[in-house]
């Protein structure tokens, strides 16, 4: 099993720039295909990103295409989300996830989420 802890939300103008960050436990992190998932107030659970085992894999939803980026560090069991040019309808509880297999929603394990508000 593997525990994740979100990290990096608040408050922020649009236009602005946030990282989320994402600490890993229990099991071997470079055995789990990582991403995020987000869910706006009143709105169904959303892929967002996901990244491979080792970092070479990368795939974005098309709505932060070009906006945001995922990164890891298996060395410090960390994943991290840059997320620039943020606009209002970015604003959600990100949710780090992560899974032996490559998933888009269906993710074993979750973290308790970070909430990402962007104002207008």
């Known amino acids: 099993q593997v525990q994740l802890v979100e990290s990096g939300g608040g408050l922020v103008q649009s236009g602005g720039s946030l990282r989320l960050s994402c600490a890993a436990s229990g099991d071997t992190f470079s055995d789990y295909h990582m991403g995020w998932i987000r869910q706006a107030p009143g709105k169904e659970r959303k892929f967002v990103v996901r990244i491979g085992r080792n970092g070479d894999f990368k795939e974005y939803d098309d709505s932060v295409k070009g906006r945001f980026t995922i990164s890891r560090d298996n060395d410090k069991n960390t994943m991290h989300l840059q997320m620039n040019n943020l606009t209002p309808e970015d604003t959600s509880v990100y949710y780090c996830?992560?899974?032996?297999?490559?998933?888009?929603?269906?993710?074993?394990?979750w973290g308790q989420g970070t909430l990402v508000t962007v104002s207008s």
């Open positions: 996830v992560a899974d032996k297999a490559l998933r888009y929603m269906t993710w074993a394990y």
